[in-house]
């Protein structure tokens, strides 16, 4: 199907900072989306921004002694050179500040407003008294009382995804001071949200395009009953509130940013002269809108987002679908600043050229659980995937056309069952391709394609075409796995446009979908072949030893093989496993940070090295005796330490 009409957006990255991997999948993959749905010659806008105001920015501002809009103005311009330098290519990557955006959301909050869906009321707000400020819901941290999560913020826990309110934390604090938040009365203005608790229901049961993990969010959240949001807030740095009585309020960041998308299509269209062309899109019911997007953003373009455009009036499109994602960790954790954790979109580039990049985060791009990446592992999958298996089949084959036959396709004769069986499987791949990417399934289109080429390495592997052409014979080989090349570079173009682009010059072909269902003519020209991909390596410095220490000092360390006789989660945490041991004459348990590697049920019975003299401490309200000892790989993973031999328990190591 073709010439089908979309609106492909994603998340708009907060510019606090730039983005890392985690971030900027969501920007890629809504590249990755248009430039296949071009291919299929489908008409789309593509639109994001940076999103720019609340009080992170200004609380930044007030430290630096700047101007808030100094600060995203660097932020943005650095954004702006990494998408081109990751060659996501949007039609208007705008920013909140975009005086078109701030236009368009006061006159829609109006709209809004005099449709009866805003509402003012006196409230009691969460207040800082170190800044001496009020706190946004996001600068207030507490324990979320759906999943018993530690350090939830105040709009929404992170862990369990739920929306959330100061007021529902427990023991509520200020992230600034770490100490129990004050509350000072105050008015906002709030959208009644549970006034489209039925359109939205049926508006989510209806949609088959939404992935489960959107669907089974959203309609929880519907069950628990929608509760109106503030859309305004005590900052300074933002939109001022449109509403009578608002002065000095400005729209929550939140809520104006989802409106961007709208906004950053009229803009487009405005800057090509053609103000009212947005229209044709938003108010067409057969224009497809696509939201790339987190799981932690789910609520906001499934609830708020579709609630908002509602209330209009004005019979806008409502999201067709919003492609969530699940977490990329790195080495197991989320990405942190001041942790050093994480993979920036800058950084990454020093370690390897962007078209690799994007091939690694469109394979492992997490869309059914969360996936943890480390550089060395990026590497290897470039290395094995895009240069051994894939880049190595198209190059090798195109040689083999220059060498053996002038640099021209073959006429292949009447094929026999296993080219004919191949060819099959090249369409049969195209077609699953073809449904993984409409229904925005990213990584299994990489799936599809890497088997493909592994199939087409097989025919080649074993049929020798090096020696059938010395018998006067190979033709047929050498068409068919010509055009499995072609379908392979075909299929890469997306992920990896310039890349691909170069592997289809040297068939004289131009990325078309179309092409994917024609063979390729015999007789015509293949320029000389050169290798796209070449395998890369980590920099990777040498750990230093540690210090020297004596056999005295090693003698005061009690290590002893553990018998696991029980694990399980700790309440409130991912990474922690309450694990007890017994040592044959005594037990001990500890909190062990095994979670993300291990499954309690695997690790009963077995016998592990365990440190069981060093001093317990204190870990989530509970008391840690000992400490399983475990190697932990540059590529993040996690080995625990297993004698090779079964000994008692108990028995110490020495």
Known sequence: MSGRKWVVTSAWPYVNYEPHLGTLIHLLSADVFTRYMRMQGDDVVMVSGSDEHGTPIEVE???????????????????????KAWEINFDNYTRTES????????????????????TKREIE??????????????????????????????????????????????????????????????????????????????????????????????????????????VTRDNRWGIPAPFPGAEGKTIYVWMEAVLGYVSATKEYFERRGESDRWKDYWFDKQTRFVCFVGKDNIPFHTIILPALLMASNEDYILPWTVSSTEFILFGGEKASKSKKKGIWSDEALSAMPAEYWRFVLMQVRPESKDTSITIESSMGRVNSDLNDTLGNYVHRTLTFVDQFFGGHIPDPGELDAESRELMNYAKERAKAYTEAMDRTSLSSAVEEMLALARAGNRYVNEREPWKQVKEGKG????????????????????????????MLSFLGLSPSWKTVDSELSPGSSVSKPHPVFSKVSPKKPIEPLLPEIGIEDFQKIDIRI???????????????????????????????GLGLKYEPEELIGKKIAVLVNIKGREMMGEKSECMVLAAEGSDGSLGILIPMRDVPEGSRIH
């Not at 553990?562 to 700790?570: D, F, M, P, Q, T």
């Open 562 to 592: 553990g018998k696991v006789i029980s694990a399980e989660r700790v309440r409130g945490s991912k990474k922690l496993l309450r694990i007890k041991f017994d040592f044959g004459g005594f037990t001990k348990t500890t909190l062990g």
């Open 125 to 230: 707000m969460p207040y800082c008294e170190e800044k001496k400020m009020f706190l946004p819901d996001r600068f207030v941290v507490g324990t979320c009382p759906y999943c018993g999560y530690p350090e939830a913020h105040g709009d929404q826990c992170d862990n369990c995804g739920r929306l959330l309110e100061p007021k529902l934390l427990i023991n509520p604090r200020g992230v600034f001071c770490d100490e129990p938040i004050t509350w000072k009365s105050t008015y906002e203005w709030d959208f009644d949200l549970p006034a489209f608790s039925d359109r939205l229901e049926a508006y989510i049961k209806s949609n088959s395009a939404l992935p489960d993990n959107a669907k089974s969010t959203s309609l929880a959240m519907i069950r628990d009953g929608l509760k109106p949001r503030s």
């Open 61 to 83: 501002a007030v430290k630096r002694g700047v101007d808030p809009k100094q600060i995203t103005d660097e932020n943005h311009k650095k954004i702006l050179e990494i998408l």
């Open 99 to 118: 005086e078109v955006h701030k236009s368009f959301v006061r006159d829609f909050y109006d709209k809004v407003y005099r449709n009866g869906y805003i």
């Open 475 to 502: 033709r047929d080989t050498i068409y068919v796995a010509s055009n499995v090349a072609k379908d392979i570079a075909l299929m890469l173009y997306p992920i990896a446009p310039l890349s691909a682009s170069t």
